[in-house]
T-cell receptor, first 114, second 117 residues
Framework: DSGVTQTPKHLITATGQRVTLRCSPR?????VYWYQQSLDQGLQFLIQ???????AKGNILERFSAQQFPDLHSELNLSSLELGDSALYFC?????????????FGDGTRLSIL | QKEVEQDPGPLSVPEGAIVSLNCTYS??????FMWYRQYSRKGPELLMY????GNKEDGRFTAQVDKSSKYISLFIRDSQPSDSATYLC?????????????????FGQGTILTVHP
């Protein structure tokens, strides 16, 4: 068990809808990262937060947004969903931002768009 | 061309074999190198974490980094059926002043490994 908790485990919804994915980092970790995993693209970095502030952005669509709350949990919001958004969404956390900090991953949320 | 290339396999070996997994990369800024193991329906689990060139050993696992060749490897000795999983290499560059690479991991496609009894 990595200590990173993601909910829900599985989400099924329709095109055009909006969903919120939740992540609780490991105890003591201040930085949260979101990644998307699909069969064709592999694991892709989306966005990073540290202590409530956005620190880095990857290839995150404008329809997607995230935030980190004072209690350090993070939410990833996906709106105007398209079939191509079906993927596994992972959250990872580390003690601090920076490449010298190992990242530990949760078990992900599987998003299925019908 | 992808920044990180990894042979997706699949790789099938008998129990007890030595397994060699490899990745090549093109970005010379990468300084931190990781190997993750991912079981079906689970998140990536950190196996090995190394900085710059050299070797690191942890039990049956050895990670090697050759920055001059932009090549990293993971060796698994005495492989077990429980090692059957997808192995992902990942790497990152030091945070820069612009803040665009603060710990961002770039992953290979993953190699599917099956160890059969």
């Amino acid at each position: 068990d990595s200590g990173v908790t993601q909910t829900p485990k599985h989400l099924i919804t329709a095109t055009g809808q909006r969903v919120t994915l939740r992540c609780s980092p490991r105890s003591g970790d201040l930085s949260v990262y979101w990644y998307q995993q699909s069969l064709d693209q592999g694991l892709q970095f989306l966005i990073q937060y540290y202590n409530g502030e956005e620190r880095a952005k990857g290839n995150i669509l404008e329809r997607f947004s995230a935030q980190q709350f004072p209690d350090l949990h993070s939410e990833l919001n996906l709106s105007s969903l398209e079939l191509g958004d079906s993927a596994l969404y992972f959250c990872a956390s580390s003690v601090a931002p920076g490449s010298n900090q190992p990242q530990h991953f949760g078990d992900g949320t599987r998003l299925s768009i019908l | 061309q992808k920044e990180v290339e990894q042979d997706p396999g699949p790789l099938s070996v008998p129990e007890g074999a030595i397994v060699s997994l490899n990745c090549t990369y093109s970005n010379s800024a990468f300084q931190y190198f990781m190997w993750y193991r991912q079981y079906s329906r689970k998140g990536p689990e950190l196996l090995m974490y190394t900085y710059s060139s050299g070797n690191k050993e942890d039990g049956r696992f050895t990670a090697q980094v050759d920055k001059s060749s932009k090549y990293i490897s993971l060796f698994i000795r005495d492989s077990q059926p429980s090692d059957s999983a997808t192995y992902l290499c990942a790497m990152s560059a030091p945070a820069n002043a612009g803040g665009t690479s603060y710990g961002k991991l770039t992953f290979g496609q993953g190699t599917i490994l099956t160890v059969h009894p």
